[in-house]
């Protein structure tokens, strides 16, 4: 009679662990940015679709943040490799939102004010990011 418990995917547990763990020796300042601003203002782009150019701007803003999920499992963390899927999208959101500002009024205006200082600020951290990755520095945080 065999007595073993079956394994329930422990590396999946594992890989989320690591991506907390990870996540969490990052400096605080990084923590609260990427939960507290990043991540809230560019999914804010969700509420409004329906306005002039909504889909586009949703896409470009949440698609730069989705390409990381691979890099996360693939890296079992937060590396400067996700750096890299901010540069394109977030860089084409950018200057539409500086050279063809798209009509917007209220809080949406608004929004795309705040997006835009929000994902500036992000590229200015991303830029250097991607460098080093380039250079060789490819560990996660907290390895």
Known sequence: MNTQKPQTAPNQQNIVLD???????????????????????????????????????AFLANIAMLMNLPVMIKDRGF?????????????????????????????????????LGVDLISLAFDFPDAVKWKRGDRAAAGR
């Open 19 to 57: 991506i907390y763990q990870s996540f969490r020796a990052m400096p605080i300042w990084v923590q609260v940015w990427v939960v507290g601003i990043l991540v809230p203002v560019n999914m804010a782009s969700l509420l409004f679709v329906f306005e002039p150019g909504g889909i586009l701007i």
């Open 79 to 115: 590396s400067k490799m996700m750096a890299l899927s901010h540069l394109i999208p977030w860089g084409i959101l950018i200057a539409i939102l500086v050279f063809a500002p798209l009509v917007a009024e209220g809080n949406y205006a608004i929004y795309l004010k705040v997006l």
